[in-house]
Nanobody, 120 residues
Framework: QVQLQESGPGLVKPSQTLSLTCTVS??????????WSWIRQPPGKGLEWIGY???????YYSPSLKSRTSISRDTSKNQFTLQLSSVTPEDTAVYYC????????????WGKGTLVTDSS
């Protein structure tokens, strides 16, 4: 059973960089052909997909967030990390990591989510 767990600071100062890590257990992040995503949900709004890092290490980001987003991985720790720069109050959200079985497919496994708030 694959499990995902988000971790990172719950408060981020304006203009700083948000950094979250997803630790995966029960399966390797390098296994073909899984895609490891970050998704967020602002208060009172719907889910917004941020981007993914594929089993191969390739990354793809939402066009609306691409200029501020970086997703990387540490295969030795079976973790992948989100960095979102130049944070504003609009970045306040619950952030989830998740796994899909194709690049455009539905997420089959999700973390529980972690709330990140702009400290302003």
């Amino acid at each position: 059973q694959v499990q995902l767990q988000e971790s990172g600071p719950g408060l981020v100062k304006p203009s700083q960089t948000l950094s979250l890590t997803c630790t995966v257990s029960g399966g390797s992040i390098t296994t073909n052909y899984y895609y490891w995503s970050w998704i967020r949900q602002p208060p009172g709004k719907g889910l917004e997909w941020i981007g993914y890092i594929a089993y191969s290490g390739n990354t793809y980001y939402s066009p609306s967030l691409k200029s501020r987003t970086s997703i990387s991985r540490d295969t030795s720790k079976n973790q992948f990390t989100l960095q979102l720069s130049s944070v504003t109050p609009e970045d306040t959200a619950v952030y989830y990591c998740a796994r899909a079985e194709s690049s455009g497919g539905a997420m089959g496994y999700w973390g529980k989510g972690t709330l990140v708030t702009d400290s302003s």
